[in-house]
């Protein structure tokens, strides 16, 4: 059954005749008899008594009244979907790692508010793999992560790189490690560790590097918040490895240490632990012009900082 079969109906209906009905809906007699034909076919039943004038039968008294409501609740999608392309969406969901939603988005939602004051913007910081899963469920539009070419490798999603960034580490200011310019891998094997939590692509990041090392890794405790990494590792022996953007404000506190890693590569390239972050959308989303609005400035943004 097709959404013109029930016009079709509802036209013959409403004129009493199928050629009323055909200038009514801009098509021919003959559509008009195919498509209520049609109806008829898939009902199983007739639904209109054919002389000189086309009076509904007992069905189409039956059906009459679901058929107008069927054609008002489609009106009303049609507008939606018309109102969504045409780029009156009332808001955007994006979902960011959290170093992202706190350093790299704040300049691009002002920029953004400022050209969709009609947009409510709704922001999430969330771990990687979970961002990714909130994309796929159809929970938000966009997602800024750390780019795992296993989730995000399918060909619904739309990847675009935004930067490398440096991953280093973090101790207290009297940590035997606090004084050195770089730490390897092996010395900071010696050391319990910090960790973000299961979900985090960062996670996987410092295990996966010592696990290449031949390095078991000794967590102490695992967190989600870069307010409770700085106060753990502030207090004692614990180190943690962060991104660089997640360590912004602990550079200025006289508390911590930031250290880089020396990854001890012969290719002066690979001498840093670095992870790529990424930005994401499906297809079907990139369609509407809001969600790609924001994707473009974010894209654009990420472009320019990096040259």
């Known amino acids: 059954m097709r959404i013109e079969q029930i016009k079709a109906f509802l036209a013959v209906s409403e004129t009493g005749s199928f050629g009323q009905a055909a200038k009514l809906c801009n098509v021919t007699q003959s559509t008009i008899s195919r498509q209520v034909q049609g109806l008829e076919n898939h009902l199983k039943t007739t639904l209109f008594h054919r002389q000189a004038q086309a009076k509904l039968t007992v069905s189409g008294e039956k059906l009459l009244p679901h058929a107008r409501r069927i054609c008002q609740e489609w009106e009303k999608v049609e507008e939606k979907i018309q109102d969504l392309l045409g780029g009156k969406q009332p808001e955007l969901c994006v979902a960011a790692i959290h170093s992202v939603c706190a350093y790299y988005l704040p300049p691009i939602l002002q920029t953004f508010c400022q050209c969709h004051p009609h947009v409510q913007l709704r922001i999430t910081a969330l771990g990687s793999d979970r961002t990714l899963k909130v994309l796929r469920d159809g929970l ?17 999603m739309i990847v675009k790189h935004l930067y490398y960034e440096p991953i280093k580490v973090m101790v207290s200011n009297n940590h035997p490690l606090a004084t050195q310019k770089s730490v390897t891998i092996s010395e900071l ?71 880089p890693i020396n990854m001890e590569s012969i290719n002066p390239l690979e001498n840093q632990l670095t992870r790529e972050v990424v930005l994401i959308t499906t297809k079907d989303r990139f369609e509407i012009p809001t969600v790609r609005d924001f994707f473009n400035l974010v894209y654009e943004y990420g472009e320019k900082n990096n040259d």
């Open 140 to 156: 938000v539009d966009i997602a800024i992560v750390m780019n795992n070419k296993y989730l995000t490798s399918t060909s619904e």
């Open 189 to 259: 094997a010696k050391y319990s560790q910090v960790i973000f939590k299961d979900g985090y692509g960062m996670q996987r990041i410092v295990q996966d590097v010592f696990a290449s090392y031949g390095f078991g890794l000794e967590v102490a405790m695992e967190l989600n918040t870069l307010d409770a990494f700085r106060g753990v590792i502030r207090q004692g022996n614990l180190i943690a490895l962060l991104p660089e953007l997640a360590l912004q404000e602990s550079k200025s506190d006289s508390s911590l240490a930031i250290i």
